[in-house]
């Protein structure tokens, strides 16, 4: 764990507890195996007998919670457990569609509005009585409706004013949108964590003849959207840059938008290079598939798509189909929202996984301590190179 030296004198804002709603189970029990392990490894005498350290190590800190529903659909949550004075930290995703409920003889899949309900019941049945309540929600609800176009809606907003409203003290979220969302409750906290580290790092571990410089790599944004994301990730590398640009036809309206013509490539050639296609969500995925194979028809050597969140909404064949005819060659994506079983199966797919960085995260708000050590990326990305490069070099020795 990082930086514990500046856990170990430092007191918690009180007992820490974890609630995972039933949408994020999976995720909270492995973030409550290495909270565990953090707190024994602490070495402190102050921890085992001061009275204001009580509840400090423990060998689960999660809540035990459920939200079962009535036949009409409607639901409730419980609390198997007291959770006055904690600490209390609420993981939820909302994209989890894996989860089921019956309604009027019917089986529904629970969607966004669902979990975010379900959080809000949560909350709810708190009632007041926990010293801090605390939400991590990577996937941000509603966060591709953050601004308003005419006579639309604004979810995001609505929903983190809501929750401000039921008093939360801190909201956490991953590779939102737009994070200027957080406008919207400026009094609160709101953290938004981008696990550029966690992309290199994968794909470091993934792939052992990736050459990280300049004349061997480039880092593409598939549209505008996500330049930002692509110069960081490349400056900290060493390499260059790229885009596309989304070229729509305004005419007319497919599904709620203005559709895709062709995708123009700005930037230098990419001709016989790795590069590495990053982006905050792959959704239906065609827009990435599309970006994969203009920069294969353009010769590039091996394409990488990384992106926060995998959703595949439209399933894995189109995926499937497109690593067949050599599009792409990896997908890495997180853990940070429900990931299909299949996926897990294709050759083409390699996993980050953050559940160490939330439970690290978890444990320094706790702490009420700087964040800083936590979201030094750039010093974790030259680290991860660094080791990868010294790896090498000793593999090219040897041989």
């Known amino acids: 764990m990082p930086n514990l030296q500046k856990l170990e004198n430092a007191m918690p804002v009180a007992p820490l507890k974890l609630i995972a709603l039933p949408s994020a189970e999976q995720m909270g029990r492995r973030i409550n195996n290495y909270l565990v392990e953090f707190r024994k490894s602490i070495h402190n005498d102050k921890v085992k007998n001061d009275p204001a350290f009580h509840g400090y190590i ?44 019956h309604m009027n003889g019917y089986i529904n ?13 949560v909350i709810s049945a708190c009632n007041g009585k926990a010293r801090r309540i605390n939400v991590i929600m990577p ?36 590779d939102a949108h737009d994070p200027k969302v957080q406008n919207a409750t400026p009094l609160n906290g709101f953290d938004n964590f981008i696990p550029h580290d966690q992309f290199i790092k994968a794909l470091l571990n993934a792939e052992d003849d990736l050459i990280v410089d300049k004349h061997h790599l480039v880092v593409i944004s598939p549209d505008e959207g996500a330049l930002d994301r692509a110069i960081y990730f490349a400056s900290v590398l060493g390499v260059d840059t790229g885009m596309f640009y989304k070229r729509r036809d305004y005419s007319t309206i497919v599904g709620g938008r203005n559709p895709i013509v062709a995708h123009e490539f700005l930037g230098d050639s990419v001709d016989g290079k790795d590069v590495i296609i990053i982006d ?24 990488f798509i990384c992106c926060t969140f995998g959703l595949f909404t439209d399933g894995l ?61 750039t010093e974790k990305m030259h680290s991860i ?3 990868y490069n010294d790896r090498r070099d000793v593999d090219m020795n040897a041989d």
Do not use: W
């Not at 409706?145 to 956490?172: P, T, V």
């Not at 598939?289 to 353009?298: C, P």
């Not at 960085?357 to 708000?365: G, P, Y």
């Open 385 to 387: 190179l660094d080791a």
């Open 58 to 101: 423990e060998s689960n800190y999660l809540v035990n919670v459920s939200t079962p529903r009535f036949s009409t659909g409607e639901a409730k949550a419980i609390l198997g457990e007291s959770i006055r004075g904690k600490d209390l930290f609420l993981l939820v995703d909302v994209c989890n569609h894996s989860i089921t409920y």
């Open 139 to 174: 996937f941000l609800y509603e966060g591709r409706q953050h601004k308003r176009n005419g006579r639309e809606s604004l979810d995001c907003a609505y929903a983190l004013r809501e929750l401000q409203n039921m008093g939360i003290d801190n909201f956490i979220t991953f």
């Open 317 to 377: 064949e189109s995926f499937d189909k497109a690593y067949e005819q050599g599009y792409f060659d990896k997908v890495v994506t997180t853990d940070l929202t429900y990931l299909p079983p299949e996926l897990y199966t294709r050759p083409y797919f390699i996993e980050a996984d953050m559940s160490k960085f939330i439970a690290s995260l978890i444990d320094f708000m706790n702490h009420a301590a700087s964040l800083s050590g936590v979201m030094e990326t």
């Open 280 to 303: 905050d969500m792959i959704s239906s995925g065609g827009s990435m598939i599309d970006t994969a194979k203009q920069l294969k028809l353009q010769n590039a050597r091996r394409v």
């Open 109 to 121: 899949h629970m969607s966004p509005d669902d979990h975010y309900q379900d959080l809000k019941r």
